[in-house]
């Protein structure tokens, strides 16, 4: 069986769905993916920075901190993003 018709009809749903968002709304939501991927950078370093050390355990609460916060931040860019574009009518 031939998958390729099938592959190109999911490409061409991605592509249509993903022309709903405008360019802005495109922008924030990536900015608001490298800001999570930055805080979840940082948290890795703090735990390498802390393994195996006295300051382990609490290397770890900043770490998870950090992520969360990366988190929060991420989502309330993306809903922020979200209320950009007009509501369809």
Do not use: W
């Amino acid at each position: 069986m031939n998958k390729r018709p099938i592959f190109a009809a999911a490409a061409a749903t991605g592509l249509a769905l993903a022309g709903c968002d405008s360019q802005a709304e495109n922008q924030v939501e990536e900015q608001a993916e490298a800001l999570d991927e930055a805080y979840e950078a940082d948290a890795d370093l703090e735990e390498a920075l802390t393994e195996g050390g006295p300051e382990e355990e609490a290397g770890e609460e900043r770490a998870d901190a950090l992520r969360e916060t990366g988190e929060e931040t991420k989502d309330r860019l993306e809903d922020a993003a979200d209320e950009m574009d007009p509501e369809p009518q």
